[in-house]
């Protein structure tokens, strides 16, 4: 039987925290919370909890430094929830290391889908135009095991969070191919992309960064303009 997933929400309303953990209780996962950046960092650390629900405005360490001082270690999914309507929040957070944001006030029922969402793998495409197996594609010195999600670069691993591997895992599979920004967003968020909505592209950006893709000139992961990104298939 698969054990329920670790959910840690982090938010300095007393209140509102119990609210959520009590209405995330109700569909079988398992719930904590705590109310201050520093409390949350070692219970990341020490409890890796599936999923942490991170609260950007936290007194004294605050949300962006939470995430910050733990990405390079954890790579579990987190969900920033952000001040309504404030995108510099939000591009703020995902450029930190956030997997996803909301805009608070949160509704229960629009959270629980988001969780659920980002808990789910991404099945990326069938196709693929690199040397592979089913769980195993190695192209451009880089080897992606999607059975125990890890990659390696010129045979040093790398550590990506579970959104960057999502996202480089289905390039992957369809390198060689420009993919939108809109079917990419739609494979990793299962939602519909705005035309304000920036998670993608910063996520790119991370992942070039981690891979040691030249952000200036990529030949990695490359820009295609007006069409999306292309990872490249290599030699």
């Given amino acids: 039987m698969t054990s ?22 109700n569909y079988e996962y398992e719930v904590s919370s705590c109310h201050s950046g520093d409390v949350a960092i070692e219970l990341i650390r020490t409890t890796a909890p599936d999923l942490v629900i991170l609260d950007l405005m936290l007194p004294g360490t605050d949300g962006l430094s939470v995430c910050r001082a733990v990405r390079n270690d954890y790579l579990g999914r987190i969900l920033m929830l952000t001040a309504l309507d404030d995108s510099a929040d939000e ?40 040397s592979s197996t089913d769980d195993k594609i190695a192209l451009n010195d880089i080897a992606i095991d999607a059975s125990s999600r890890s990659v390696t670069v010129q045979g040093s691993p790398i550590k990506l969070s579970t959104t960057e591997f999502d996202l480089l895992w289905l390039m992957a599979k369809e ?4 993919l939108s920004r809109e079917h990419l967003h739609a494979s990793i968020y299962r939602l519909d992309l705005s035309p304000t909505d920036r998670r993608i592209d910063l996520l790119v950006s991370r992942l ?20 999306g990104y292309l990872l490249s298939p290599g030699q």
């Fill in 175 to 178: 390198s060689g191919t420009v």
């Fill in 208 to 227: 070039r960064r981690k891979l040691g893709d030249d952000s200036t000139d990529p030949q990695l992961l490359k820009t295609i303009r007006g069409k």
């Fill in 91 to 130: 591009i703020a957070g995902l450029e930190t290391g956030a997997d996803d944001y909301m805009a608070k006030p949160v509704s229960p029922r629009l959270l629980l889908a988001r969780i659920r969402t980002l808990l789910r793998r991404t099945d990326g495409a069938t196709t693929s135009n690199s």
């Fill in 4 to 25: 329920p997933a670790k959910l840690l929400v982090v938010d300095d309303d007393v209140r509102l925290c119990e609210m959520i953990a009590s209405y995330l209780s």
